[in-house]
C-alpha cells in the first residue's frame, strides 16, 4: 500500500502521558500535514511540515503540542501530558509539491490515528 | 480567514436518488476539495477542482469561483454512498484547508 499511512490506529493513554502518533507520507512526498477531528466537530488544520523544516504550526496549541518531519523516519505528532480535551482523531495527509493547500495540490489523507485520554 | 458553509447538515435519501450537496466560502481560492469521511473511517479525497466540473464515476462536482460556490452530485444514489462528505478550501494567509462541517449522508435501500 503506498498510501499515507498513519500508525497507530488507535491509542489509549492515561491523563498525564505521552502521545505519539505516526505518519508516513506517500513515496515521494515531502510535504505533510496534520489535522485533528474533535467529536462532534470538523477538522481542523493542525501544522504543516516539509523535510526538517516547520513551515506553518498556525494550528497548532501553544503547548504540550509539537510535530517534526525529521530528514529520515515518519513525521511524528506528540502530545505531552494529554488531556481529556485531546482525545479525538488525528490524520496525517500528505502533497507532492510544495506551496501548502493554496497551491491546489491534491492532498492525500491517512486513515486517522483516534486517541483516547482516559 | 475562510468561512466554509455546507448545505445540508444531514440528509437521507432513497436509493437512486440524485443526490447535490452544497459548499459556499467567504474568500476567493485557487482549488477546493471534496473529501468523503466513512464511519470511523480515515478521509478520501475524491475531487481537487479550480474551475468548472469534474465527474469520476456517479459524482460529479462542480465550481462557480465567482459566486463562491461548489457543489457536489451524486447520481444514481447507491448505500454504500452513506458517509460524511467534506468540503475544503485554503484559508487564506495559511497552509493548512479550512473544512466544512460536513454533510451526513445516508441513502436507504
Known sequence: ?????????????????????????????????????????????????????????????????????????????????VVRGDSAAYFCASSPRGGGASSGNTIYFGEGSWLTVV | KNEVEQSPQNLTAQEG???TINCSYSVGISALHWLQQHPGGGIVSLFMLSSGKKKHGRLIATINIQEKHSSLHITASHPRDSAVYICAVPPGGADGLTFGKGTHLIIQP
Open chain 1, 1 to 81: 500500500n503506498a498510501g499515507v499511512m498513519q500508525n497507530p490506529r488507535h491509542l489509549v493513554r492515561r491523563r498525564g502521558q505521552e502521545a505519539r502518533l505516526r505518519c508516513s507520507p506517500m513515496k515521494g512526498h515531502s510535504h505533510v500535514y496534520w489535522y485533528r477531528q474533535l467529536p462532534e466537530e470538523g477538522l481542523k488544520f493542525m501544522v504543516y511540515l516539509q523535510k526538517e523544516n516547520i513551515i506553518d504550526e498556525s494550528g497548532m496549541p501553544k503547548e504540550r503540542f509539537s510535530a517534526e518531519f525529521p530528514k529520515e523516519g515518519p513525521s511524528i505528532l506528540r502530545i505531552q501530558q
Open chain 2, 17 to 19: 436518488e440524485f443526490i
